[in-house]
C-alpha cells in the first residue's frame, strides 16, 4: 500500500465519510449512522475521517462514502437551492460508484421532486428514478423488510409523503411488516449503482450492520481496489436485532 493511503501506523488507509446537511437533514437520529460508520471503519482497521457538509459549504474533495438522513418539508425547503447547486457532484460520484446511504428526507430530494400536500414541489437532483407525493396518511411504525443483499432490514418508518419507483431503480427489498415507500406496492427503500436509498430511521445502522459494512467495503475496494475486513464486534448489532424483531407494528 502506498504511503499516502498508510497514512498513520496500522491503518490500512484513510475512509473519508461526509454527512450531507446535519444541521437540517438529522431526524429520529439518523446522524448516528455516520457514527456507526465512523467505528467500524476503526474496527475494520482503516481510520475514519467524518466530514459535514451543510447549506454554503465548500465542497470537499476525496470524498469516499456519503451519508444523509431524513428531516421536516421545512428542512428540505432550507436545503433545497444550495443541494441544486451541488447537484453535478454528487451525480459525477453517485455515477462513479461511490457508496451513498441517503435516508427519508435526502431519498426524496435525491430523486426527481417532492410534490407536497399543498401542491408546492420541491425539485430533485434526479440521481434516483424515484418521485414523492405528500399524502393525509402517515405511515408510522417499525417495519421489517427482505431484502436479497442484506438480509432482513429492521427500522422504523415516519413519513407523509408516498414514494414511487421508476424504471431506473430497483427496491431495496420487500415489506414483511410495516408499509415501505407507500401504502399499496409493498416495496420499501431504492437501489441504484452503490447507493442505499431508505425511509428507515432508528437510526438504520446500528441495526443492520451489513449495510454498513456493504458501504465501507464499496469505499475501500474504489479507493484502494482491495478491502480487507477486520473483526467488528456484532454483539450489540445483534442484541438490538432481537428486540426489533419482536416489536409490533
Same mark, same amino acid.
Given at each position: 500500500m502506498s504511503p499516502d493511503t498508510q497514512d498513520l501506523q496500522g491503518s490500512k488507509g484513510t475512509i473519508r465519510v461526509l454527512q450531507l446537511y446535519p444541521r437540517d437533514m438529522n431526524i429520529y437520529g439518523d446522524w448516528g449512522n455516520a457514527l456507526v460508520l465512523k467505528q467500524r471503519i476503526s474496527w475494520h482497521g482503516y481510520t475514519p475521517e467524518l466530514l459535514e457538509y451543510n447549506v454554503g459549504d465548500d465542497f470537499p474533495d476525496g470524498v469516499d462514502l456519503i451519508v444523509g438522513g431524513g428531516g421536516q418539508d421545512?428542512?428540505?425547503?432550507?436545503?433545497?437551492?444550495?443541494?441544486?447547486?451541488?447537484?453535478?457532484?454528487?451525480?459525477?460520484?453517485?455515477?462513479?460508484? &461511490?457508496?451513498? /446511504?441517503?435516508?427519508?428526507?435526502?431519498?426524496?430530494? *435525491? !430523486?426527481? +421532486?417532492?410534490?407536497?400536500?399543498s401542491g408546492s414541489v420541491i425539485p430533485g437532483i434526479g440521481i434516483?428514478?424515484?418521485?414523492?407525493?405528500g399524502t393525509e396518511e402517515r405511515l408510522i411504525g417499525n417495519v421489517k423488510v427482505a431484502t436479497a443483499e442484506f438480509g432482513d432490514v429492521l427500522g422504523y418508518e415516519n413519513h407523509s409523503g408516498q414514494t414511487t419507483l421508476g424504471d431506473g431503480v430497483r427496491p431495496l427489498g420487500t415489506v414483511a411488516k410495516g408499509t415501505g415507500n407507500n401504502s399499496t406496492d409493498g416495496q420499501e427503500g431504492a437501489r441504484y449503482k452503490n447507493i442505499v436509498a431508505s425511509y428507515l430511521h432508528g437510526s438504520l445502522l446500528p441495526k443492520n450492520p451489513a449495510? &454498513?459494512?456493504? /458501504?465501507?467495503?464499496?469505499?475501500?475496494?474504489?479507493? *484502494? !481496489?482491495? +478491502?480487507?475486513?477486520?473483526?467488528?464486534?456484532?454483539?450489540?448489532?445483534?442484541?438490538?436485532?432481537?428486540?426489533?424483531?419482536?416489536?409490533?407494528?
Open positions: 421545512s428542512g428540505q425547503l432550507v436545503i433545497q437551492d444550495d443541494l441544486q447547486s451541488r447537484a453535478g457532484v454528487l451525480t459525477g460520484l453517485a455515477e462513479d460508484g &461511490a457508496p451513498m /446511504l441517503v435516508i427519508c428526507g435526502l431519498y426524496q430530494l *435525491f !430523486g426527481r +421532486f417532492f410534490k407536497t400536500r434516483l428514478d424515484v418521485e414523492t407525493h449495510i &454498513a459494512d456493504f /458501504l465501507i467495503r464499496t469505499a475501500a475496494e474504489r479507493k *484502494f !481496489g482491495v +478491502f480487507v475486513p477486520g473483526n467488528p464486534d456484532d454483539s450489540y448489532a445483534a442484541l438490538a436485532r432481537e428486540h426489533a424483531a419482536r416489536r409490533p407494528r
